[in-house]
């Protein structure tokens, strides 16, 4: 952690367990005071089980939980710290907005004209005062989830935390609840867990990013160290959209690579016994090129033309998939044979088990 700064939140060991099966495998990470930090992978690594432990609303198997610098492992969730955002509005429809938005203060018995100055100012920063008079069944989606997050605003919580809170969303209404989310970290400055499957999400909104797979910790990042610098197979093929060009490739006794049919303008001391390893290019540093050595030779099965770029899906000598961003030149038909070269700066190297060589 840097000098100066303090940690936010500490997960140590943390494990979680049903019955005989566990689940979250020894997790540790520091989260910075008021960082904004990303849990991302597919359905089933764990991730919203681990905001679930955090919140206080699943068990901790064994590990600890520091929140502020003092444990809450085996705190309620009232008295952790936090605020959390469900994937669902959980709004109380008989009730108004400003009612909904002082409901948790009246709960806890604050004074009436603290939930007023508290809820006047939740509403301010998320500019929803015209709608405090409102019953939830008249909101949009997009202000329900301002509501929502509003009522997690008037808890003054060290920690907010967000579970998959846009996925009710259309894409539009997606797009712009993030830049609100991002809005309100830089006007709060709170730390902020955010649990999401949407790269674009994890991508646009985070400080640092945590990739999971099956209950551990794949890579902790920045958004450009996960993209331009995974640690391993899994990372490069789940960050970015499209994914990272994995090639299967063999390294022969000289140490060329060998990819698609063709030798690939780079050596490496074999790294395995049989020479096996993976080549990690992103469809954007790839690029169209004459026909000639170290050159990735494909043909093209299909292409997709959005405007302002153009996708190539390709099928190399060999069989392997590549995808191709194209910005420029002429439109290339599905059957064209294509060649792409690449800067050697841009090439990612995995080992035969998957993890980063250079």
Not at 285 to 311: C, I, K, Q
Request: proline share 5%.
């Amino acid at each position: 952690m840097a000098k100066g700064l303090k940690p936010g939140m500490v997960l140590a060991d943390v494990r979680k367990s049903f019955g005989k099966v566990e689940v979250i495998h020894g997790v540790d990470l520091v989260v910075e005071e008021g960082e904004f930090v990303v849990f991302v992978g597919p359905s089933g690594c764990g991730k919203s089980t681990l905001l679930r432990m955090i919140a206080g609303l699943e068990e901790v198997t064994d590990g600890e939980i520091e929140i502020g610098g003092r444990s809450v492992t085996d705190l309620d969730p009232s008295q952790r710290g936090i605020a959390m955002v469900f994937q669902s509005y959980a709004l109380y429809p008989h009730m108004s907005v400003r009612d909904n938005l002082g409901f948790g203060l009246a709960m806890a018995n604050t004074p009436k004209p603290e939930i007023e100055q508290q809820v006047a100012a939740a509403a301010r920063i998320l500019k929803i005062e015209p709608l405090l008079d409102r019953r939830p069944g008249q909101l949009s989606g997009g202000q329900r989830q301002r509501v929502a997050i509003g009522r997690a605003i008037v808890r003054k919580p060290q920690v907010f935390l967000f579970d998959e809170p846009l996925s009710n969303l259309d894409a539009e209404l997606r797009v712009s609840m993030r830049i609100e989310i991002a809005r309100l970290h830089r006007e709060l400055g709170n730390t902020m867990i955010y649990v999401t499957h949407d790269q674009t999400e994890a991508m646009t909104l985070a400080d640092k990013i945590v990739v999971l797979r099956d209950g551990v910790i794949e890579q902790v990042g920045s958004p450009r160290d996960v993209y331009e610098d995974p640690a391993n197979t899994f990372v490069a093929g789940f960050i970015g959209s499209p994914r990272m060009n994995l090639i299967t490739a063999a390294v022969d006794g000289a140490g060329k690579i060998l990819a698609g049919g063709t030798e690939v303008a780079t050596t490496i001391k074999s790294p395995t016994g049989d020479g096996a390893i993976t080549l990690g290019l992103r469809p954007e540093h790839l690029v169209l090129a004459e026909a000639g050595p170290d050159r990735l030779s494909a043909r093209v099965d299909f292409s997709e033309y959005l405007g302002g770029t153009r996708y190539l899906y390709c099928q190399l000598a060999d069989g392997q998939a590549l995808v191709a961003e194209s910005r420029e030149g002429p439109d290339i038909e599905a059957g064209a044979a294509v060649h792409f070269t690449w800067k050697p700066e841009h090439l990612r190297l995995f080992d035969a088990a998957g993890l980063r060589l250079r």
